[in-house]
């Protein structure tokens, strides 16, 4: 039984259509929220091993506002790019063909390896108005306070592309490891938000195309951070991050607001990595404050 979500009676008053489009010969399924004629449109990039769903707490907050969230490829229900290997460098020509086509010049919106994705897409010359940045990933993931937890998470997504195939796969989807991936994550005490929590990474968390393309993601989530594409950003930046993010440090996260030519820090009290979920509203009302 899947747990309510404390955000569903929000989202069901706004608009949403299903569509699809050709990128880079694959096909990219994209979900599309809010009013058609709004004044603001945000091109929403989702974290490692999540999909559109995962932003939807946000959506949610920001009525009036019009969303373009596509799942990225060989993630939820777009299919994997034929014939490329699935690193930062595909990634970011994805993204940059996908929003020439459906967002052009939009606000837009990373969060977590999603961050990583739009801001070095932002710094290659894909046309943004604004970038914001939802816990971003602001240091190598090996630097920090989970670093063991990190080596541990490489050798898993190592062992599960190495062993038969069958096996490998059932190593990734496993739901008890998916439950230890989500218990270290959380951080609010909240019974019901918990439950929310969990059964979202329970039902969205294996929803890859194959675990060759989680590999790939991972290697490159795990190789990139958004220091590489911070100085290269001319457009102005929001950067949300947790005072309690075990991916990267609070520390780690006003170092790299002063790497951006044009950036604020909004920090966000007692929450960890999953910002998206646990505290939507003052996410929502920081990005209500910077796009004003």
Same mark, same amino acid.
Request: aromatic content about 8%; proline content about 8%.
């Given at each position: &039984? #899947?747990?309510? +979500?404390?955000?569903?009676?929000?989202?069901?008053?706004?608009?949403?259509?299903?569509?699809?489009?050709? !990128?880079?010969?694959?096909?990219?399924?994209?979900?599309?929220?809010?009013?058609?004629?709004?004044?603001?449109?945000?091109?929403?990039?989702?974290?490692?091993?999540?999909?559109?769903?995962?932003?939807?707490?946000?959506?949610?907050?920001?009525?009036?506002?019009?969303?373009?969230?596509?799942?990225?490829?060989?993630?939820?229900?777009?299919?994997?790019? $034929?014939?490329?290997?699935?690193?930062?460098?595909?990634?970011?020509?994805?993204?940059?063909?996908?929003?020439?086509?459906?967002?052009?010049?939009?606000?837009?919106?990373?969060?977590?390896?999603?961050?990583?994705?739009?801001?070095?897409?932002?710094?290659?010359?894909?046309?943004? @108005?604004?970038?914001?940045?939802?816990?971003?990933?602001?240091?190598?993931?090996?630097?920090?306070?989970?670093?063991?937890?990190?080596?541990?998470?490489?050798?898993?997504?190592?062992?599960?592309?190495?062993?038969?195939?069958?096996?490998? =796969?059932?190593?990734?989807?496993?739901?008890?490891? !998916?439950?230890? &991936? +989500?218990?270290? &994550?959380?951080?609010?005490?909240?019974?019901?938000?918990?439950?929310?929590?969990?059964?979202?990474? =329970?039902?969205?968390?294996?929803?890859?195309?194959?675990?060759?393309?989680?590999?790939?993601?991972?290697?490159? @989530?795990? #190789?990139?951070?958004?220091?590489?594409?911070?100085?290269?950003?001319?457009?102005?930046?929001?950067?949300?991050?947790?005072?309690?993010?075990?991916?990267?440090?609070?520390?780690?996260?006003?170092?790299?607001?002063?790497?951006? $030519?044009?950036?604020?820090?909004?920090?966000?009290?007692?929450?960890?990595?999953?910002?998206?979920?646990?505290?939507?509203?003052?996410?929502?009302?920081?990005?209500?404050?910077?796009?004003?």
């Amino acid at each position: &039984m #899947s747990a309510p +979500s404390p955000y569903a009676a929000q989202l069901a008053t706004i608009p949403v259509q299903r569509r699809e489009t050709q !990128v880079l010969g694959g096909t990219t399924a994209y979900w599309v929220y809010g009013p058609p004629d709004a004044e603001v449109t945000v091109l929403a990039v989702h974290g490692f091993r999540g999909e559109h769903h995962g932003l939807e707490p946000i959506v949610a907050q920001l009525p009036g506002l019009r969303f373009v969230s596509p799942d990225l490829p060989g993630f939820g229900e777009t299919a994997p790019l $034929p014939g490329r290997a699935h690193d930062l460098d595909a990634y970011v020509e994805w993204l940059t063909v996908f929003a020439a086509a459906e967002a052009p010049t939009a606000v837009v919106l990373g969060h977590s390896f999603g961050s990583v994705v739009a801001s070095a897409a932002v710094g290659q010359g894909l046309p943004a @108005s604004r970038l914001i940045l939802v816990n971003p990933i602001g240091a190598p993931a090996l630097s920090g306070p989970r670093g063991v937890f990190t080596r541990l998470a490489i050798f898993y997504y190592w062992l599960g592309a190495r062993l038969p195939a069958r096996m490998g =796969d059932a190593l990734l989807r496993n739901r008890l490891v !998916v439950r230890v &991936m +989500s218990l270290a &994550m959380v951080k609010t005490k909240d019974a019901a938000l918990r439950r929310f929590v969990h059964d979202q990474h =329970d039902t969205y968390f294996s929803r890859f195309a194959d675990r060759d393309v989680l590999h790939d993601a991972f290697v490159t @989530s795990v #190789s990139h951070d958004v220091r590489e594409s911070a100085p290269r950003i001319a457009v102005p930046t929001l950067l949300i991050a947790a005072q309690r993010d075990d991916i990267t440090p609070i520390e780690k996260e006003r170092e790299l607001a002063t790497l951006f $030519p044009d950036a604020e820090l909004v920090e966000i009290p007692d929450v960890g990595h999953l910002i998206h979920y646990e505290t939507p509203q003052p996410a929502a009302a920081a990005i209500r404050a910077f796009l004003a």
